[in-house]
Structure formats: structure tokens, C-alpha cells
């Protein structure tokens, strides 16, 4: 996976901690496969595996059996990614990926908007414009459409009456992280489970995004706010609409501290009602992809559509149809997502904005 150390070497404010913990669902509780299933059925995982590597880097939300809705910087000019990226959905314990008992399909074709640009810079524009992708798989999962769990109806008003759970992040990933003085990793603690929090609307949209992003804040609980962190990019945020969850959000940045309590807001959002109508031009089969692989005898390749440009090959699983099963250490917490990772690791600076991603 690509690093973006570079784009991460704005400050945006002083007084970081080095040393800092960066918990990843910040302040969540576990789900199990009955929750995920009947509340948020929507939520996949993104895999990147090639027959010797493998390990989870984003999360997205099912469409419909061949659509799966995810930010753009999770898969923005990663070629080796996109050509080896699976979609697995459900699953709240990733260790049941030990019995090989999971469904799974291979990306066939990427689509971002055109005008997307992965700046963190606020200083040089707005930071991550149209952070959405939507990937389309090569076989059709055993899923239903749940094209209409998208919001497509509120435009950034939503009502506040629901409850305390009225708006629920849902990721997986890091339990902690602890970076020295040069952002480099000290410990980290996994979990294997999908996790949920809640979170706050901040609707008067006050961290300095643009108009087609949603802020969020977090409870303060333990030394830090309910917030996403590296893991959840690409991942959903919903809205209890009174009888369902709908994803109104697209998980996109945030402050480099994780849940930093000293932040006005924790999370940052891709909002999906913006995207509606794109989102129905991709599935529809209207939009040109942006890449997609090509199949040959002996070798899978990533191609730009636009110019036709080969980027990347592989003869990697030719003939597979699912992905292999892995090995996946127990879901209490390790120090690694088992053997034969990608050894995943977030790479962002205390104080810094940065992605919802997982980098290697």
C-alpha cells in the first residue's frame, strides 16, 4: 500500500503529544453477526490479498449484490490494491475467517469522481473534495439491494430527536496506537471485531469542510471523544431514521489524534445525498470506470479506462473465485492481524489530519 507521509507534514495546530494513544473505533462496543445482519447489513470490509499477503485497509457499505460504496483515498492510485482488493462483507468476528465459512468477491472495475483530489492541506483548498468510490465486483454476492439504505432524501438537516444512538460509525481496525516523536509505532493493539460508536451531528458543519461533507463530534469518555479513526476509512456512518439505519456519511479524515478531546470535531464525512445521482449513474451502467482489471490467459491487469494504459499485472489466484482462506489470530486483541499479513500500520502525525486509512 502507497504511504502519503508528505501530505501529512501540514500542522494544523501545535502542542501535539508525542506518544499519544490513537484508539481506532474510540470509545465503541463490539458487535456480533446477528447485530450486523439485521442493523447494519450494509457494512464490508475491504481486503487486499495476493496469495502471500493479506490484511483489511478500509471498510464500505454494500449497494447491491456487484456495488460497494467506499471513499476514494482508500484505493486513489494504489495500483497493486486495486488489482488484488476483495470485498467480504458481514462477518463481525474476523477470526471466523479461520473456518473459511465467509463470503467474498474480487473487484472488477473502480469508479471516483473526476474532480476528486487527496489534499490534507487545507491551506491548498478543500481537503479531500468527493472522497467516494464505488467499486463493482467481478461475481455477484448472495446479498440483496440495499440501494435504499443510501439517503437520498435529507441534504444536511437531520433530525436530532432520535435518541442517543440516533447516529452510529461502524469500523474495524486498531483498539490503540502509539506513535514516538517521529510519528513511528511504539505498540499497537488489534481487535478483530467490528466495532460501533456513537457520535454527534454537528450541524451547523463547523470543520472546515466543504459542502459535501458531514462533522462529527464524540461523548467525552475516558480521556477521549467517540470518533473513527485508521481502519474506518471508506466505512459508513448512520442516521436512525425512526425505523432503520440509513448511511449518510462516507468515512473520509479526521484530527491525527484519534477521539482528541481538545478538537471541536472528530470525524469528517463524505456525504452520500450529494452523490445520489452519481451513485445511480454508476450502477446504472452509465458512468465510464475510472480502472478496471482486464483478464487474460496467464495474467489480471489493472488498466487506466481513460487512455487504456496498462498499470499493473499479475498472475496471482487466477482461477480463484472467492478469496483463500486466512488465518486470523483470536478476536481478544494482538499484536498483528496474524500470520502473513500485510503488518498494516498507521502512519499519521499527532496533531496532523489524516485519512481513516490503513497504510502499510
Same mark, same amino acid.
Given at each position: #500500500?502507497? @504511504? *502519503?507521509?508528505?501530505?501529512?507534514?501540514?500542522?494544523?495546530?501545535?502542542? =501535539?503529544?508525542?506518544?499519544?494513544?490513537?484508539?481506532?473505533?474510540?470509545?465503541?462496543?463490539?458487535?456480533?453477526?446477528?447485530? *450486523?445482519?439485521?442493523?447494519?447489513?450494509?457494512?464490508?470490509?475491504?481486503?487486499?490479498?495476493?496469495?502471500?499477503?493479506?490484511?483489511?485497509?478500509?471498510?464500505?457499505?454494500?449497494?447491491? /449484490?456487484?456495488?460497494?460504496?467506499?471513499?476514494?483515498?482508500?484505493?486513489?492510485?494504489?495500483?497493486?490494491? &486495486?488489482?488484488?482488493?476483495?470485498?467480504?462483507?458481514? #462477518?463481525?468476528?474476523?477470526?471466523?475467517?479461520?473456518?473459511?465459512?465467509?463470503?467474498?468477491?474480487?473487484?472488477?472495475?473502480?469508479?471516483?469522481?473526476?474532480?476528486?483530489?487527496?489534499? *490534507?492541506?487545507?491551506?491548498?483548498?478543500?481537503?479531500?473534495?468527493?472522497?467516494?468510490?464505488?467499486?463493482?465486483?467481478?461475481?455477484?454476492?448472495?446479498?440483496?439491494?440495499?440501494?435504499?439504505?443510501?439517503?437520498?432524501?435529507?441534504?444536511?438537516?437531520?433530525?436530532?430527536?432520535?435518541?442517543?444512538?440516533?447516529?452510529?460509525?461502524?469500523?474495524?481496525?486498531?483498539?490503540?496506537?502509539?506513535?514516538?516523536?517521529?510519528?513511528?509505532?511504539?505498540?499497537?493493539?488489534?481487535?478483530?471485531?467490528? &466495532?460501533?460508536?456513537?457520535?454527534?451531528?454537528?450541524?451547523?458543519?463547523?470543520?472546515?469542510?466543504?459542502?459535501?461533507?458531514?462533522?462529527?463530534?464524540?461523548?467525552?469518555?475516558?480521556?477521549?471523544?467517540?470518533?473513527?479513526?485508521?481502519?474506518?476509512?471508506?466505512?459508513?456512518?448512520?442516521?436512525?431514521?425512526?425505523?432503520?439505519?440509513?448511511?449518510?456519511?462516507?468515512?473520509?479524515?479526521?484530527?491525527?489524534?484519534?477521539?482528541?478531546?481538545?478538537?471541536?470535531?472528530?470525524?469528517?464525512?463524505?456525504?452520500?445525498?450529494?452523490? /445520489?445521482?452519481?451513485?445511480?449513474?454508476?450502477?446504472?451502467?452509465?458512468?465510464?470506470?475510472?480502472?478496471?482489471? @482486464?483478464? =487474460?490467459?496467464?495474467? @489480471?491487469?489493472?488498466?487506466?479506462?481513460?487512455?487504456?494504459?496498462?498499470? @499493473?499485472?499479475?498472475?496471482?489466484?487466477?482461477?480463484?473465485?472467492? #478469496?483463500?482462506?486466512?488465518?486470523?489470530?483470536?478476536?481478544?486483541?494482538?499484536?498483528?492481524?496474524?500470520?502473513?499479513?500485510?503488518?498494516?500500520? /498507521?502512519?499519521? =502525525?499527532?496533531?496532523?489530519?489524516?485519512?481513516?486509512?490503513?497504510?502499510?
Amino acid at each position: #500500500m502507497k @504511504r *502519503l507521509a508528505a501530505v501529512l507534514s501540514v500542522v494544523l495546530s501545535a502542542g =501535539a503529544h508525542a506518544g499519544d494513544v490513537n484508539p481506532y473505533i474510540i470509545n465503541g462496543n463490539p458487535t456480533s453477526d446477528a447485530e *450486523l445482519n439485521n442493523t447494519y447489513p450494509t457494512f464490508t470490509s475491504l481486503y487486499f490479498h495476493d496469495g502471500t499477503r493479506f490484511g483489511n485497509y478500509c471498510g464500505g457499505t454494500i449497494i447491491d /449484490s456487484q456495488h460497494v460504496l467506499t471513499a476514494a483515498h482508500c484505493v486513489y492510485e494504489d495500483y497493486t490494491a &486495486m488489482l488484488h482488493t476483495w470485498v467480504v462483507p458481514g #462477518m463481525a468476528d474476523q477470526a471466523k475467517y479461520n473456518d473459511g465459512s465467509y463470503q467474498s468477491a474480487r473487484v472488477e472495475k473502480v469508479y471516483y469522481p473526476n474532480d476528486y483530489i487527496e489534499n *490534507l492541506d487545507p491551506n491548498l483548498g478543500d481537503v479531500l473534495p468527493n472522497d467516494i468510490a464505488i467499486l463493482k465486483l467481478e461475481t455477484a454476492l448472495n446479498v440483496r439491494d440495499y440501494s435504499s439504505l443510501l439517503n437520498s432524501t435529507f441534504d444536511n438537516t437531520y433530525a436530532l430527536n432520535r435518541g442517543s444512538n440516533t447516529f452510529k460509525a461502524v469500523g474495524r481496525g486498531y483498539t490503540n496506537h502509539v506513535a514516538d516523536n517521529g510519528g513511528n509505532t511504539v505498540s499497537r493493539t488489534t481487535t478483530n471485531v467490528v &466495532m460501533q460508536t456513537s457520535l454527534t451531528f454537528d450541524s451547523a458543519n463547523d470543520c472546515n469542510s466543504t459542502n459535501k461533507q458531514l462533522c462529527f463530534d464524540g461523548v467525552l469518555s475516558d480521556g477521549y471523544k467517540n470518533s473513527t479513526c485508521n481502519g474506518d476509512s471508506g466505512g459508513p456512518v448512520y442516521w436512525w431514521d425512526g425505523s432503520a439505519y440509513q448511511q449518510i456519511g462516507i468515512t473520509s479524515y479526521g484530527p491525527g489524534t484519534c477521539g482528541d478531546p481538545n478538537r471541536e470535531y472528530t470525524s469528517v464525512f463524505t456525504e452520500v445525498y450529494d452523490y /445520489s445521482g452519481w451513485i445511480n449513474r454508476v450502477t446504472s451502467g452509465v458512468e465510464n470506470a475510472t480502472f478496471e482489471v @482486464r483478464n =487474460a490467459p496467464g495474467t @489480471r491487469t489493472l488498466v487506466r479506462v481513460s487512455d487504456g494504459q496498462f498499470l @499493473r499485472s499479475s498472475s496471482a489466484l487466477l482461477d480463484e473465485t472467492s #478469496m483463500p482462506k486466512i488465518s486470523v489470530s483470536s478476536s481478544s486483541g494482538s499484536s498483528s492481524s496474524g500470520g502473513g499479513s500485510l503488518g498494516l500500520i /498507521s502512519i499519521f =502525525a499527532l496533531g496532523f489530519l489524516t485519512l481513516r486509512r490503513r497504510f502499510s
